[in-house]
């Protein structure tokens, strides 16, 4: 399946990214390749391949345990937040 550069930069507007034109080029041959060995996978037969979580076998589970726990202060939580109002982040509307 071959994408366009029309279509790539039609993802980068709803991605909100900016491409220059030889960036829209190459990642319209590259999105290409992507989309073709994601075509390839889905063609094997995996009807007898039982679901896992983890590639290899884990012994027991790395995650720690769910505990309750005093959250981040808001100002520390929001300390690196480009804008804020009042205890939120603030954020630019998307919806149009």
Do not use: C, W
């Not at 909100?16 to 992507?34: C, F, P």
């Not at 989309?35 to 995996?46: I, N, R």
């Not at 939580?77 to 919806?95: E, K, M, Q, W």
């Amino acid at each position: 399946m071959a994408l366009n550069r029309e279509q790539v930069e039609h993802v980068a507007k709803l991605a909100r990214l900016s491409l220059t034109t030889e960036e829209a080029e190459r990642l319209s041959v590259q999105l290409t390749q992507i989309l073709d060995y994601v075509a390839k996978l889905q063609e094997l037969d995996v009807s007898k391949v039982e679901p896992t979580t983890h590639s290899v076998e884990v012994a027991s589970t790395p995650l720690r345990d769910d505990v309750p726990r005093e959250s981040l202060p808001v100002d520390e939580a929001l300390a690196n937040a480009p804008a804020r109002d009042g205890s939120h982040f603030s954020v630019p509307r998307i919806i149009e």
